[in-house]
């Protein structure tokens, strides 16, 4: 068994304070840009306009996991304090909310540029999960997302939180939903699949919604909303329909390339 005593500040200079979650948002977008740059994108178009396209998803990643967190974790709140939703220093960001951010803003983008959207969209599925896994370590350190108690050899106490010792349910998001995602989908893409566009997204919707899903169970929902319908979280809610969006996703595309 672990003791979490980690500090959520990495650095601190002075008056000013540079968290672990602010550095994983940064250490998954360079190591996407780079993985994506140097190895998957094969066509020259696309990488010579990618460098562009990152201020968009950045944007799209940051507005979309805000206000995602907004509207499906916390909107009683933010409605009566709307001056609040501002305050991005004090936390509150949706993987969902920013994974919607992330396809509006790469669909915009690509019809201002001519070009298909589902070729920045397979991109960024395949090195989404780098940024995941990253996310999920801060989120450990800064012992958030925690799971239910529990007695497995592995169990974690969060001091910062209480004294039971619980699911580490951060590190099993970033081993599923981080490295064992990315493995699937680079295998797909090694196979040719990436050939088929929209393949490779809807293969990240499905897994990813698996996952996520399954390790619900082991965390703790947050409070200000708790279980919903069929006692489920609405993490596993909001799975649920990308699931089925990616299912639909991989049906069609694969249609089409048969059609076709």
Not at 93 to 121: A, D, E, P, R, T
Not at 164 to 173: G, M, V
């Given at each position: 068994m672990f003791i979490?005593?980690?500090?959520?500040v990495a650095i601190q200079l002075?008056?000013?304070e540079i968290k672990w979650y602010s550095l994983s948002y940064i250490l998954g977008i360079l190591a996407g840009w780079y993985l994506a740059k140097n190895i998957f994108i094969n066509d020259d178009k696309l990488?010579?306009?990618f460098n562009d396209f990152i201020t968009y998803l950045i944007i799209g990643i940051i507005l979309g996991g805000r206000l995602g967190?907004?509207?499906f974790y916390n909107f009683?709140?933010?409605?009566?304090?709307?001056?609040?939703?501002?305050?991005?220093?004090?936390?509150?960001?949706s993987f969902h909310g920013g994974l919607i951010g992330v396809i509006i803003?790469?669909?915009w983008y690509s019809k201002k540029n001519n070009q298909n959207s589902f070729s920045y969209l397979d991109i960024i599925s395949l090195v989404a999960p780098i940024g995941i896994f990253f996310g999920r370590?801060?989120?450990f350190i800064n012992s958030e997302l925690y799971g239910h108690e529990t007695t497995v050899p592995w169990a974690v106490q969060f001091i910062q939180i209480d004294n039971l010792y619980r699911h580490p349910s951060q590190l099993y998001e970033a081993f599923f939903e981080g490295l064992i995602l990315f493995l699937i989908l680079v295998y797909f893409r090694n196979k040719g699949f990436i050939k088929i566009p929209g393949f490779i997204?809807?293969?990240?919707?499905?897994?990813?919604?698996i996952f996520r899903f399954a390790i619900e169970f082991f965390r703790v929902p947050d409070e200000q909303i708790g279980y919903l319908f069929f006692n489920l979280t609405m993490g596993q809610l909001i799975s649920f329909i990308f699931f089925m969006i990616g299912f639909y996703l991989i049906f069609k595309r694969y249609e089409f390339k048969k059609e076709s």
């Amino acid at each position: 068994m672990f003791i979490n005593n980690f500090d959520p500040v990495a650095i601190q200079l002075f008056a000013l304070e540079i968290k672990w979650y602010s550095l994983s948002y940064i250490l998954g977008i360079l190591a996407g840009w780079y993985l994506a740059k140097n190895i998957f994108i094969n066509d020259d178009k696309l990488n010579e306009k990618f460098n562009d396209f990152i201020t968009y998803l950045i944007i799209g990643i940051i507005l979309g996991g805000r206000l995602g967190y907004v509207i499906f974790y916390n909107f009683n709140y933010y409605s009566n304090n709307i001056i609040d939703i501002f305050k991005f220093w004090q936390g509150g960001m949706s993987f969902h909310g920013g994974l919607i951010g992330v396809i509006i803003s790469s669909i915009w983008y690509s019809k201002k540029n001519n070009q298909n959207s589902f070729s920045y969209l397979d991109i960024i599925s395949l090195v989404a999960p780098i940024g995941i896994f990253f996310g999920r370590i801060a989120n450990f350190i800064n012992s958030e997302l925690y799971g239910h108690e529990t007695t497995v050899p592995w169990a974690v106490q969060f001091i910062q939180i209480d004294n039971l010792y619980r699911h580490p349910s951060q590190l099993y998001e970033a081993f599923f939903e981080g490295l064992i995602l990315f493995l699937i989908l680079v295998y797909f893409r090694n196979k040719g699949f990436i050939k088929i566009p929209g393949f490779i997204s809807g293969l990240f919707l499905i897994f990813y919604s698996i996952f996520r899903f399954a390790i619900e169970f082991f965390r703790v929902p947050d409070e200000q909303i708790g279980y919903l319908f069929f006692n489920l979280t609405m993490g596993q809610l909001i799975s649920f329909i990308f699931f089925m969006i990616g299912f639909y996703l991989i049906f069609k595309r694969y249609e089409f390339k048969k059609e076709s």
